[in-house]
Nanobody, 124 residues
Framework: QVHLVESGGGLVQAGGSLRLSCAASGSIFRPNAMGWYRQAPGKQRDLVASITSGGVTNYVDSVKGRFTISRDSAKNTVYLQMNSLKPEDTAVYYC??????????????????WGQGTQVTVSS
């Protein structure tokens, strides 16, 4: 089993910054891609940014130029630096890991790995 622990959420004024962290630990695994999703009240959970094991990044249009995703492979940790925050960025942010787990029969891909979520609130 793989555990994802997020930290760094909070309350910030519009224009401010926050940095989210997500550390993966647990059974033997090889991370593939990791990403951040967010879910606002009454809305579905949507991808915000992702990064592959090779460092290729992807962002939703609404955060391009403001958010930066990065990873420390040695620590199995992914970060989301959020600058120029807007009230519409308010949501619960979830970390997701797409990884390969070691099993008795070999490596098995697992994509349904989520953190507990961290609240980000941006006041106007």
């Amino acid at each position: 089993q793989v555990h994802l622990v997020e930290s760094g959420g909070g309350l910030v004024q519009a224009g401010g910054s926050l940095r989210l962290s997500c550390a993966a630990s647990g059974s033997i695994f090889r991370p593939n891609a990791m990403g951040w999703y967010r879910q606002a009240p009454g809305k579905q959970r949507d991808l915000v940014a992702s990064i592959t094991s090779g460092g290729v990044t992807n962002y939703v249009d609404s955060v391009k130029g403001r958010f930066t995703i990065s990873r420390d492979s040695a620590k199995n940790t992914v970060y989301l630096q959020m600058n120029s925050l807007k009230p519409e960025d308010t949501a619960v942010y979830y970390c997701n890991a797409d990884l390969y787990r070691s099993t008795a029969t070999g490596w098995v891909r697992s994509t349904d790995n989520w953190g507990q979520g961290t609240q980000v609130t941006v006041s106007s």
